[in-house]
């Protein structure tokens, strides 16, 4: 199994098969955190250099979040520096109206503006609340609201968890400093399962020294 650093030493912990016991209350030094285009954080483990996917990471976040919001009606929601209004159509309105508490159950601030539009003044944290963004945000929801299902309740959260997940996740947003990378590691290996997406897409992998050693 992949092994981690213990914070602010250069000594090496063995890994555990619980991620979240072993990096609770825990963090790496920032020095040790490098960000690749955004998009991949590199950190040293003990066996080589764990990559993870940053992409991916937010979303085994926000899924997690989403299902406990769902379940425990525990949110959080950024406010819009501006509210933006967004046209839907009356149909658009209606499926917005229809599934007003499961909307605000997960964090999005969303009200009724006229017969074929809504203001957006929130969304869960995590999401962008960029006017251009929010528009597309809005867009997506419906789609997914608008997906009839009859599963259990217990089959449609984890479905429901996994599409906002997913949603949240494909915004545009970058890594911008080692710090904001030190935080989202931290709170993946927290995660129940930092390892896989709930769709079972790899999350993070461990290049073993030996492995770096062959390519010099």
């Known amino acids: 199994m992949p092994e981690a650093t213990q914070p602010h030493t250069s000594r090496y912990v063995d890994k555990s098969q619980n991620y979240g ?20 954080i590199l950190t040293p483990s003990a066996s080589g250099v764990m990559v993870v996917h940053v992409r991916r990471a937010r979303e085994r ?17 950024q406010t819009a520096l501006f509210p933006v209004q967004v046209p839907v159509g009356v149909e658009g309105r209606l499926t917005i109206d229809e599934h007003a508490e499961l909307l605000k159950k997960l964090g999005f601030d969303i009200v009724p503006f006229g017969p074929d539009s809504v203001v957006v003044n929130g969304v869960p ?7 251009g963004n929010v528009e597309t945000l809005v867009s997506d929801l419906l789609l997914i609201l608008s997906d009839e299902t009859q599963a259990l ?5 984890q479905t429901l968890a996994q599409k906002f997940a997913v949603l949240g ?5 970058k890594l911008t400093s ?17 390892e896989f997406t709930a769709s079972g897409r790899r999350i993070l992998s ?11």
């Open 125 to 131: 944290e995590g999401y962008s609340a960029e006017p």
């Open 21 to 40: 016991a072993l990096f609770e209350d825990r963090t790496l030094p920032t020095t040790q955190v490098l960000i690749v285009q955004g998009r991949y």
């Open 169 to 173: 996740a494909s915004g545009p947003q």
């Open 153 to 157: 309740p217990e089959v449609m959260e």
């Open 206 to 216: 461990i290049v073993p020294a030996d492995e770096l050693e062959k390519r010099f």
């Open 178 to 194: 080692p710090l904001e990378a030190q935080r989202l590691l931290d709170a993946l290996l927290q995660s129940e399962n930092p």
């Open 61 to 77: 976040l926000l899924h997690d979040r989403f299902l406990k919001a769902l379940r425990e009606q525990a949110h959080v929601t």
